[in-house]
């Protein structure tokens, strides 16, 4: 009588959390997408004014510790959109204002900020993010934006797939349901990096 060999599972660790360190002069601050044209819709399961407010209160932490901050943009023109054959897409509400690509003013940008402007979800593909970030000698981002499922998830996957260390402002970020936000950070983000709250990153940094 032959025997087999159980299946292999892959079982969910819940570890204690992991103690957030940050060296001030290996981390960055990436901003994701808090520009007028989509930071004006509702956000869950923290509104877009709450991750805008957040979001900012992170870039002036970072830039009083002289820490360097990206704020990155999405701009795209019809021959620049992505078209994919797919079952469902992004449908525009109206046609896009002219401010439509410009920062939130809580967020900047200020003068020592690094501008990345991207035509896709993701920051770094077919962007200068990652040139930027190993030429400064940068190993570590802080996180957030919007939507937690879409550019902040397709910006972690990129910076975890190219060795950076990754801390996530979790109530700096929000998707369009608590749903999807919350998959996103139990699921993915807590097996790529840490997720902290923004007090918890400022507290940190000491300011």
Same mark, same amino acid.
């Given at each position: 009588?032959?025997?087999? /060999?159980?299946?292999?599972?892959?079982?969910?660790?819940?570890?204690?959390?992991?103690?957030?360190?940050?060296?001030? +002069?290996? %981390? &960055?601050?990436?901003?994701? #997408?808090?520009?007028?044209?989509? &930071?004006?819709?509702?956000?869950?399961?923290?509104?877009?004014?709450?991750?805008?407010?957040?979001?900012?209160?992170?870039?002036? *932490?970072?830039?009083?510790?002289?820490?360097?901050?990206?704020?990155?943009?999405?701009?795209? =023109? #019809?021959?620049?959109?992505?078209?994919?054959?797919? #079952?469902? /897409?992004?449908?525009?509400?109206?046609?896009?204002?002219?401010?439509?690509?410009?920062?939130?003013?809580?967020? =900047?940008?200020?003068?020592?900020?690094?501008?990345?402007?991207?035509?896709?979800?993701?920051?770094?593909? =077919?962007?200068? +993010?990652? $040139?930027?970030? @190993?030429?400064?000698?940068? #190993? %570590?981002?802080?996180?957030?934006?919007?939507?937690?499922?879409?550019?902040?998830?397709?910006? &972690?996957?990129?910076?975890?797939?190219?060795?950076?260390?990754?801390?996530? *402002?979790?109530?700096?970020?929000?998707?369009?349901?608590?749903?999807?936000?919350?998959?996103?950070?139990?699921?993915?983000?807590?097996?790529?990096?840490?997720? @902290?709250?923004?007090?918890?990153? $400022?507290?940190?940094?000491?300011?």
């Amino acid at each position: 009588m032959s025997s087999s /060999s159980p299946p292999t599972t892959f079982v969910s660790a819940s570890n204690p959390p992991t103690p957030l360190e940050v060296v001030k +002069l290996k %981390t &960055a601050l990436v901003v994701i #997408d808090l520009q007028k044209g989509i &930071a004006q819709f509702p956000t869950e399961p923290y509104d877009s004014k709450t991750v805008v407010a957040n979001a900012a209160r992170l870039a002036d *932490a970072f830039r009083k510790n002289n820490m360097t901050v990206f704020l990155v943009h999405v701009v795209m =023109g #019809d021959a620049d959109r992505l078209k994919p054959v797919s #079952d469902a /897409s992004f449908q525009m509400r109206g046609p896009p204002q002219n401010d439509w690509a410009e920062f939130m003013p809580e967020i =900047g940008p200020r003068e020592s900020d690094i501008i990345i402007t991207k035509k896709q979800w993701g920051a770094f593909y =077919g962007t200068e +993010l990652e $040139l930027q970030m @190993r030429r400064r000698g940068l #190993d %570590t981002i802080v996180l957030c934006g919007i939507s937690t499922i879409y550019g902040v998830e397709s910006t &972690a996957r990129f910076a975890y797939e190219y060795g950076f260390q990754l801390i996530f *402002a979790e109530d700096a970020m929000g998707a369009q349901t608590a749903e999807a936000h919350n998959n996103s950070v139990n699921y993915v983000f807590k097996r790529m990096g840490r997720v @902290r709250s923004t007090q918890e990153i $400022l507290d940190v940094l000491g300011k």
